[in-house]
């Protein structure tokens, strides 16, 4: 036997393999594979598994027993922050994702034979321009650091420029996405710093920036560190050089400040995660798209766009009207490269919506914002400094502690806490940390964080 022989196990249709090798000419499926080199493929099956196919009930108990390896944080919840954050998930939202009609990983592909989806797109789509105050959404992008990157190559196609403004406080992980994506586009990539007092983005080091060059001006408030940035001066800086403004938003922020729309955002994008989707172990995510209406945008649109029309005998109908999946066609000349969307997701993020409503969305907002302060006065009386900067702050803030972080923080998970993000990961001071609170956060939990960050305090003093 072929050292590579085993493959021709796992060609689907296996009882018709002679067959459809004689049809297309070849005698070894392995022929299919001659421009592989042949020290790079296997000289034997890889030894993974169980040697033998697996049973249903014996697949189930192998993965209760993976899946109880894992520590869940309930009570109280994480307070981890960097973006995705612990939230209620109504059971309602739930069961309609779970539905047959929506549960798919996938876009639908035949689109306008599924009407009902695509009426489901198109609420989302309406909801998030009610929310941002902008015309036209996309339904819709994977995340929110991918949505920031197809924001910036939006810019680029539209203004014929090259040079990308960005402000120090975006998340540095949607950074490294933005850089790779703009990576081999013949662009410029250019940070401005933060103000170390207040956290927010430097007027002057954003204006010695942007110049005639630039396509685009990519601001996220509230930004990184939890702090609200001046998003209309930044506006103002971009339009007066002929550039576009990205705002990248926190979606339940909106039910205390202005939204992007009113702001003078061109382009607003977000990660949906705190609308119904929960954590669910990293993913998946939902990447929020919205600009104002200009038709230089609208045709430079990535993604999908569903629109409401009439049929034949005159009743209502929906349809996909833009689809900028060209790259099977176009292939580094296209739009987009996004292929499956976050349908589902944003069918949740659609429900959610639709069940908190306007009122609900305030209430929310306001009690995540009081909770978040509670949160960082209580850590100041423990010795810890929190927050860090003098500027407004939503759900997130950033602490700095009197010793490393990760330190306290193993302290605190031993106490069955699981605390902030540590800084240290992204090259920054190892003494910071940055916390968020959420309203599943109780006071209890609140106080509980407090004393058991005092305690870990005293242990690290100690050297222990």
Not at 95 to 105: D, M, N
Not at 148 to 155: D, F, G, N, P, V
Not at 368 to 389: K, M, Q, T
Request: hydrophobic share 40%; charged share 25%.
């Amino acid at each position: 036997m072929e050292p590579w022989g085993y493959l021709s196990r796992w060609v689907p249709g296996v009882t018709r393999r002679k067959e459809m090798l004689e049809r297309i000419g070849v005698s070894d499926v392995m022929e299919l594979y001659s421009d592989v080199p042949r020290e790079l493929i296997l000289p034997e099956p890889p030894r993974v598994g169980y040697g033998r196919p697996l049973s249903e009930e014996e697949v189930r108990r192998v993965l209760d027993e993976v899946l109880s390896r894992n520590t869940v944080y309930r009570a109280p919840p994480p307070f981890t922050g960097g973006g995705w954050c612990p939230h209620h998930v109504p059971a309602a939202v739930r069961y309609i994702v779970e539905r047959g009609e929506f549960l798919t990983a996938y876009t639908p592909y035949q689109a306008e034979i599924n009407q009902g989806l695509l009426q489901a797109l198109f609420e989302y789509q309406s909801l998030i321009a009610d929310l941002t105050e902008l015309e036209v959404v996309n339904a819709s992008m994977y995340d929110g650091s991918t949505a920031t990157a197809e924001a910036a190559l939006m810019a680029m196609r539209v203004t014929r420029r090259r040079k990308v403004v960005v402000s120090g406080g975006l998340h540095p992980e949607y950074l490294e996405v933005l850089r790779t994506w703009l990576q081999g586009k013949g662009a410029e990539i250019r940070v401005a710093d933060i103000d170390v007092e207040s956290g927010v983005t430097s007027t002057e080091a954003l204006s010695s920036l942007v110049d005639g060059n630039t396509a685009a001006v990519i601001v996220s408030s509230p930004n990184f560190y939890g702090v609200f940035e001046d998003v209309e001066a930044a506006a103002d800086t971009a339009h007066k050089h002929g550039a576009l403004l990205v705002q990248v938003f926190e979606p339940l922020s909106l039910g205390l400040v202005k939204p992007p729309g009113r702001l003078g955002a061109d382009i607003a994008v977000a990660e949906g995660q705190p609308l119904g989707l929960g954590l669910n172990y990293g993913g998946p995510g939902l990447g929020v798209f919205a600009v104002r209406w200009d038709r230089r945008l609208l045709r430079q649109l990535p993604g999908r766009l569903i629109g409401m029309t009439r049929d034949a005998e005159g009743r209502r109908a929906f349809t996909m009207i833009l689809q900028a999946r060209e790259q099977h066609i176009r292939r580094e000349k296209a739009t987009s490269n996004i292929t499956t969307n976050e349908a589902l997701m944003a069918i949740a993020a659609a429900a959610y919506l639709s069940f908190l409503g306007g009122e609900g969305l305030r209430e929310l907002a306001r009690s995540i914002w009081l909770r978040s302060h509670y949160a960082a006065r209580r850590l100041s009386e423990e010795g810890v400094e929190a927050p860090i900067f003098s500027g407004e702050f939503f759900k997130e803030f950033t602490a700095r502690f009197p010793a490393p972080y990760r330190r306290v923080h193993e302290e605190l998970k031993r106490r069955g806490i699981m605390g902030g993000l540590a800084l240290e990961r992204y090259g920054m001071d190892p003494r910071l940390a940055l916390f968020c609170v959420t309203e599943l956060h109780s006071k209890r939990d609140i106080d509980s964080l407090a004393s058991a960050v005092a305690e870990a305090l005293k242990i690290t003093e100690r050297g222990g």
